[in-house]
């Protein structure tokens, strides 16, 4: 069961460059922040394989969401825009979308 979660940048995200609509758990993002304005992610890009990552939040309504995604090969400083109850949008173009 999903349910809607607090905190800047917080929730279930679907990254549209790893989901697969097969069930799997494939291209999921679970953010949580804790302390205030630091970041825990957990994911999965095939759905197997689970890593985890550090960010913080910034800015004006901490809407800047900065992840080091270097444990899994991507630039540790990776700053994102979170529109709160919508999407986080990268740099690369990618644009996670909120489910939870």
């Known amino acids: 069961i999903l349910a809607r979660a607090t905190g800047h940048g917080a929730g279930?995200?679907?990254?549209?460059?790893?989901?697969?609509s097969d069930s799997s758990l494939a291209g999921l993002r679970f953010v949580s922040e804790s302390p205030p304005h630091e970041l825990?992610?957990?994911?999965t890009d095939d759905g197997t394989s689970w890593w985890a990552l550090k960010g913080r939040?910034?800015?004006?309504?901490?809407?800047?969401?900065?992840?080091?995604?270097?444990?899994?090969?991507?630039?540790?400083?990776?700053?994102?825009?979170?529109?709160?109850?919508?999407?986080?949008?990268?740099?690369?173009?990618?644009?996670?979308?909120?489910?939870?």
């Not at 825990?40 to 994911?43: E, T």
């Open 57 to 100: 939040c910034s800015g004006l309504g901490m809407r800047n969401i900065t992840i080091d995604f270097s444990p899994k090969g991507g630039p540790s400083d990776a700053t994102g825009r979170w529109a709160p109850g919508e999407t986080i949008t990268w740099p690369d173009g990618n644009m996670w979308a909120l489910l939870a």
């Open 12 to 20: 279930v995200w679907r990254d549209p460059h790893h989901y697969r």
């Open 40 to 43: 825990n992610i957990v994911g």
